[in-house]
T-cell receptor
Framework: QKEVEQDPGPLSVPEGAIVSLNCTYS??????FMWYRQYSRKGPELLMY????GNKEDGRFTAQVDKSSKYISLFIRDSQPSDSATYLC???????????????FGTGTLLAVQP | EAQVTQNPRYLITVTGKKLTVTCSQN?????MSWYRQDPGLGLRQIYY???????DKGDVPEGYKVSRKEKRNFPLILESPSPNQTSLYFC??????????????FGPGTRLLVL
């Protein structure tokens, strides 16, 4: 079983739709939860960061962490064609794997927002 | 401009011909890391470095070498490339190595094809 599971998609939605992206994980030690966005032919860039449980909102993006269910989500409101990208969840824990900055990534979900 | 640069961006080579992919960051970051990205497997860590002259293996280190002689540079060396090393490679860096959850900044990627 992978430590982090993510539906690979692809996910295709019309412009203006609400998008929900999800990851589940198995390691209860994870404390830091991130969403990276990766455009085609580019490196991943950090989109949202959450420590421990709860919600965090940034414009049209909301990140949710439910540690009791080991489940994290990213919601995109009023989706735009410019949101078309691969979204990667990532998580880490202090000292995990002997390296404090070790990130465990999901496989990524490919999102296409149709105009 | 703060950035992580990689060279070359694209490389086609033959089995057994040694190659080096360079990585450089201009943010004075302590932590640097190499990942490979493959379909269905996501991003997997190859090697990482906590500081100058301090490197360690990630999850998939076989067939790769690294060095960290200067803080800004972290080259990836394939001594004898094989076709199973055909992949998309990313270098990443972050400010410090403490606590976990540090934002990692990714380079633009190097697409390698080994024939």
């Amino acid at each position: 079983q992978k430590e982090v599971e993510q539906d690979p998609g692809p996910l295709s939605v019309p412009e203006g739709a609400i998008v929900s992206l999800n990851c589940t994980y198995s390691n209860s030690a994870f404390q830091y939860f991130m969403w990276y966005r990766q455009y085609s032919r580019k490196g991943p860039e950090l989109l949202m960061y959450t420590y421990s449980s709860g919600n965090k909102e940034d414009g049209r993006f909301t990140a949710q962490v439910d540690k009791s269910s080991k489940y994290i989500s990213l919601f995109i409101r009023d989706s735009q064609p410019s949101d078309s990208a691969t979204y990667l969840c990532a998580m880490s824990a202090p000292g995990y794997g002997g390296a404090t900055n070790k990130l465990i990534f999901g496989t990524g979900t490919l999102l296409a927002v149709q105009p | 401009e703060a950035q992580v640069t990689q060279n070359p961006r694209y490389l086609i080579t033959v089995t057994g011909k040694k190659l080096t992919v360079t990585c450089s960051q201009n943010m004075n970051h302590e932590y640097m890391s190499w990942y490979r990205q493959d379909p269905g497997l996501g991003l997997r860590q190859i090697y990482y470095s906590m500081n100058v002259e301090v490197t360690d293996k990630g999850d998939v280190p076989e067939g790769y070498k690294v060095s960290r002689k200067e803080k800004r540079n972290f080259p990836l060396i394939l001594e004898s490339p094989s076709p199973n090393q055909t992949s998309l490679y990313f270098c990443a860096s972050s400010l410090s190595t403490s606590g976990g959850g540090e934002t990692q900044y990714f380079g633009p990627g190097t697409r390698l094809l080994v024939l």
